[in-house]
């Protein structure tokens, strides 16, 4: 019995071992199993859906907005007046705010990835976003992102990451923000 647990352990761990050093093929990896439905009532904000993938904008969202944490980070202050759970209130976020940027991390501010005038999410096309994601390279200044988990976020699929950039295209646009950080 003891032999057959070691037996089975030890294939197991073999299989781990050969699954990490394949080559990832990240197009290919399937993505989260959510329903649409769900997906798309995490988002705190209207959707405009016209002439979206709503599958994989609702992956998108279930991503941003049960994975992620984007929020945290992208929105200025992140949750509405009474609607902060780190209160111990129930949670409300900043809709208002939105991925409107301009929370500060001493001097570092975060970015508005609300849709620009075009659609663009950052002003940045899907390929950019997913280099951007991928090299933490800004592509405004050439320096590398700081602050932002992009050194995490880099492990995510293609098909995880054209699904964020879905639905950073469906929420409403927002202008930039005009503080400023210490
Ligand atoms: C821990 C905080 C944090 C989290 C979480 C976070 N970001 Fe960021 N992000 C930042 C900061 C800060 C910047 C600006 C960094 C800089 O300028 O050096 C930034 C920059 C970016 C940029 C570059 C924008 C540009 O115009 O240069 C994109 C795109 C972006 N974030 C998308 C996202 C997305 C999508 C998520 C969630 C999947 C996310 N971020 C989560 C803090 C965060």
Redesign the pocket.
Known sequence: MLKTVIVVAGMFAACMISLGSAEPALAQVPAAEITTKYGLSLAPVPLDLHRKNRRQVALGSY??NAV???N???TNPPYAPGGNPFLGQPEKINANGYFGGGKC?GP????D?TPDSNGL????TRAQ?RD??RTGI???DG?I?????WPI?QNMTNGDLNA?YAY?TAIPSLPPPTNTCP
């Open positions: 991503l941003v992620a944490g984007c945290d980070c992208h991390f570092i501010i975060s970015a990835i999410p950052a002003g940045l976003f951007v994601i800004d592509p405004s320096g992102l700081q602050v932002m988990p976020f964020i950073l």
